[in-house]
């Protein structure tokens, strides 16, 4: 887990409200990447960002919304309107998408809804 | 489309013996191909990875992995299981690079549940 921070790494939350959880790398690498897990279901990708002020939706983006202003950091807002948002949410940066670099996971966020 | 498949949900071996997870994938182009570890509420450690050169790689914690391109599996083994191996694994598969376009995307297989009794 060196490198990626997290946090919080429990959150709980009311239906209908937005929250946003952080991620902050110290590794200088250029690419960042918001997954989601589900038990049984493996990782899915929501979000991810080849560079500072871009980025691109993912397999499950509906419902979320990131932002990318600054190299280090990857926050994701998850909005009212994803439908089932009790999950458990992993962030991972690598050096370069364009290169065979494996990818480095943070901690995790595990967000309860109710 | 790109796939990743680990057909079994959970492997049972005890401590000392071999151990495998099996993982087979579907991709255009070559692979590249990587081993993750998850404890309880942890983030995914990397173990090991497949890019090219010799089909046999070896990775962290004694694990080691078999890229066969013909039967296009990339099984995760290990030759003397611990207690301590009892974790989550997956398998991925970077998204191949298209043209000028490269995402870096890993594609997931679901994970396999690896239970190494005393």
């Known amino acids: 887990d060196g490198g990626i921070t997290q946090s919080p790494k429990y959150l709980f939350r009311k239906e209908g409200q937005n929250v946003t959880l952080s991620c902050e790398q110290n590794?200088?690498?250029?690419?960042m990447y918001w997954y989601r897990q589900d038990p049984g279901q493996g990782l899915r990708l929501i979000y991810y960002?080849?560079?500072?002020?871009?980025?691109q939706k993912g397999d499950i983006a509906e419902g979320y919304s990131v932002s990318r202003e600054k190299k280090e950091s990857f926050p994701l807002t998850v909005t009212s309107a994803q439908k089932n948002p009790t999950a458990f949410y992993l962030c991972?940066?690598?050096?370069?998408?364009?290169?065979?670099?494996?990818?480095?996971f943070g901690p995790g966020t595990r967000l309860t809804v109710t | 489309a790109q796939s990743v498949a680990q057909p079994e949900d959970q492997v049972n071996v005890a401590e000392g013996n071999p151990l495998t997870v099996k993982c087979t994938y579907s991709v255009s182009g070559n692979p590249y191909l990587f081993w993750y570890v998850q404890y309880p509420n942890r983030g995914l450690q990397f173990l090991l990875k497949y890019i090219t050169g010799d089909n046999l790689v070896k990775g962290s914690y004694g694990f080691e992995a078999e890229f066969n391109k013909s039967q296009t599996s990339f099984h995760l083994k290990k030759p003397s299981a611990l207690v301590s191996d009892s974790a989550l694994y997956f398998c991925?598969?970077?998204?191949?690079?298209?043209?000028?376009?490269?995402?870096?995307?890993?594609?997931f297989g679901q994970g396999t549940t690896l239970q190494v009794k005393p």
């Open positions: 590794l200088n690498h250029d690419a």
């Open positions: 960002s080849q560079i500072v002020n871009d980025f």
């Open positions: 991972a940066s690598s050096p370069s998408p364009g290169t065979s670099y494996e990818q480095y």
């Open positions: 991925a598969v970077r998204d191949p690079i298209h043209g000028s376009s490269n995402t870096g995307k890993l594609i």
